[in-house]
C-alpha cells in the first residue's frame, strides 16, 4: 500500500486538493495546506520512490518564491484596471450609453437587445469585471425590456452573455492573468483576442437578428412615444463625416512635422474627434440647433468611454504604453471623467479603493497558495505525470486542445477563472508547448472558455449576478405603474443556452483558424540574416580591434600578427625570441653576446638609468574614437 501511494503521489495529490476545491473550501488555503502537508509525506516517502525529488531545506526556497511576486510588474495592470471600472461604475457611465444607444437603435426591432450588446462590449474595453457589467446592465435595461414586451428568456441571456463580454474584450483581466501564467507579452494577449472578441460580438448581433426576423413579438422596436431623443441620424452621420475629414486634414497636412507616424496618427485623430466634441458641447450649451439632439447626446456620451478605450488599448497596441502604463492612464482617465460629470465624490474614490485591495489581496493570496502547491507538485513529478497523461491523447494538438476545453469548461463552472488561471494553466502549459502550441493562441481559446463557464447552469457566476437583482416574483414599474411579472431562475437557464452554442461555435473556429489570433505575429519585424552587415571600424593601417596592422609577411606569406620577425643574427640563422622582454639595462655598458638584441614584442626596452631611446614615430593613420559603437547596417 505504502509503495502505491509513494508512485502514485501526484495523481492522489491533485485528486485531493481539487475534491476539497469543489467542496467549496477557501482555494488560497486549500492550495497551501495540501501542499505543505504533501510536502511532508513526499519526504517521508522519497527513499521509496526516485520520482519524488523533496528534502526538508527546500522548504527554505518559499520565502524568495513568495517575494518573487511582488516582483511582478504585470499583476499591477490588475488593480489599476479594477479600479477604473468600479469608478466608471459609480459615475453611472453604463446607464448614460443604455439609454443614449438605446435610443439610437430604438427604431429597429430589437434595438434595445443590441443596445445591450454593444454596451456590454464597451463596459468590457473599459471595466474589465463582469460583476459591474452584468449587475450595471441588469439594473438598467432589464425593466426597460421587460416595460416593452422583450421575451423574458430573451432578456435575461442576452444581459448575462454580454456582460461576460468583460472576460474575452481587451484590456481583460482574465488576458493579463493568462499572459502572467503563460509567460507570453500582454500585449500580446491583447491583440490576440481582438479578432475573436469582435467576432463573439458580431454573433451576438446576429443571434438577435435572426430572433427578430424569426419571432419579431420577442423583440419589439422602441414605442414612438419611448424615443424621447427624437430622429436626427442624419445629423450624426454629417457629423461623423466632419470628423473624418478632420482627421485627413491633420494628418496630411497640419501635423505633417510630427516624425513619428505612430504620435501623427493619434494627433491627427484626437484632433477631429475632440473637435466634433466640442461642437456638441457648444450646441448644448449655448442651443445652437446646428445637429440634433439625439447626435448631440450620442457624441457626448460615446466619445468620453471610448476616448478611455483608446488611451488604454490604443497605446497599448501603437507601442506607445505597456498593459500596466496603460491600466494607470486608464484609472486617471475614469477619474477625470467620473469628475467632469461632477460624479466624483469621496466616498466613491473610498469604496473603489476598498473593493480593488480586496481583490489585490485574493488574488496574491491565491498565487501564495499556488506558488506552495506547485513546489510540492513538481518535486512528486507532477508535471511528468500531467504531460504524459495530455500527450498520450490521440489527435495530436487538437486532440489536446479539445480534451482541455472540455475539462477547463467543467471545471468552469465551480471554480472562479482567477483559480482556474492559478492552478490549471501552469500545468497546461508546458504540455502545449510540447505539442508545438502557440501560448498565445492557447491562451485565447481558454479565455473564451473561461468567458463560456460564467454563462452555465447551475454555477455560472454570471446567472449568479443576474438572479441578485432581477425581482423573481411580480414587481411594480415606476414608470407606467403597471404590474410586471418577474424573470424566473429557470428562465434565466434557458435565456443563456443560445449564447453557451454560440461560445462553443466560437471557441471552434478559433481552433480551426488559428490565423485569427496568429496575426499578433504579423506586426513583429522580420529581418533576413542575410542582409545583416557588421561594420567594425578600423585601428591603424591595417583594421583590427585597437592592434596595429599585422605587418609584413616576412616574404613567407604568413601573418606576423603584429610582432616584428623572429629574425637571425645567430650562428644557426635563427634566433630565439626573448619572450617579449627587453634586456635590462641597468645603466653599465651592455654585454655584446648578441649581435642583435631579441623582440621586443611591441614594448620598449626598460630603461633604468641609461640614456632615453628616441620615441617611435606617430602611427600613419590615427586610431578612431573607441567610445563609438561599431556600425551595424
Known sequence: MIDFIAHNLAPIMFTTVMLMLLLGYPVAFTLAAGGLIYFAAGVELSAISPEIRLFWPLLQSHPDR???????????????????????????????????????????????????????????????????????????????????????PLVAGTIAASGTLAQIVPPSLVLIVMADQLGRSVGDMYVGALYPALMIIAAYCTYIFAVSMVKPQWAPALPLEARTLGGGVTSLIVMLAISVGLYFLGHEVLFTGIQSTDWRFVSALAFGVFTVYLIALANRTFNLNIISRLTQQVIIVLIPPLA??????????????????????????????????????FATVKHALDATTKLSAFVMMILIGARVFGLTFYGINGNVWIEELLTALPGGEYGFLVVVTIIVFILGCFLDFFEIAFIMVPLLAPVA??????????????????????LTPPFGFSLFYLRSITPAGKWKDQVTGKTVDGVKTLQIYKGV?????????????????????????????????????????????????????????????????????????????AQAPAIGLPPLNFGGEQPAANPAP???????????????????????NPAPDLSQPPVIN
Do not use: C, H
Request: no cysteine; hydrophobic share 50%.
Open 497 to 573: 443556452l443560445p449564447y453557451i452554442i454560440i461560445q462553443f461555435a466560437a471557441i471552434l473556429v478559433v481552433i480551426a483558424f488559428p490565423g485569427l489570433v496568429m496575426r499578433y505575429k504579423a506586426d513583429a519585424p522580420t529581418m533576413n540574416p542575410n542582409d545583416v552587415q557588421i561594420q567594425i571600424p578600423g585601428f591603424g593601417q591595417g583594421g583590427g580591434m585597437s592592434l596595429p596592422s599585422l605587418g609584413s609577411d616576412g616574404g613567407n606569406g604568413s601573418p606576423n600578427f603584429g610582432l616584428p620577425p623572429l629574425g637571425a643574427g645567430s650562428d644557426n640563422g
Open 308 to 345: 478611455l478605450i483608446f488611451l488604454v488599448l490604443g497605446t497599448i497596441f501603437l507601442g506607445i504604453a505597456t498593459p500596466t502604463e496603460g491600466g494607470a492612464m486608464g484609472a486617471t482617465g475614469a477619474l477625470i471623467i467620473a469628475g467632469l460629470k461632477g460624479r466624483l465624490s
Open 433 to 454: 508547448e510540447t505539442l508545438g502550441i502557440d501560448l498565445i493562441w492557447f491562451g485565447v481559446i481558454l479565455g473564451i472558455n473561461l468567458q463560456t463557464s460564467f
Open 66 to 152: 513568495i517575494y518573487g511576486i511582488m516582483y511582478n510588474d504585470t499583476l499591477l495592470a490588475i488593480p489599476f484596471f479594477t479600479f477604473m471600472g468600479l469608478i466608471l461604475e459609480r459615475s453611472r457611465m453604463a446607464e448614460d450609453l443604455l439609454d443614449t444607444i438605446g435610443q439610437l437603435f430604438g427604431p429597429i426591432r430589437g434595438g434595445l437587445a443590441y443596445a445591450v450588446i454593444l454596451v456590454g462590449a464597451l463596459l468590457g474595453a473599459t471595466t474589465g469585471v463582469v460583476a459591474a457589467s452584468v449587475m450595471a446592465m441588469g439594473l438598467i435595461s432589464l425593466p426597460i425590456m421587460l416595460r416593452y414586451n422583450y421575451n423574458r
Open 598 to 620: 631579441p623582440p621586443a614584442f611591441g614594448l620598449p626596452p626598460l630603461n633604468l638609468g641609461g640614456e632615453q631611446p628616441a620615441p617611435a614615430a606617430p602611427a600613419a
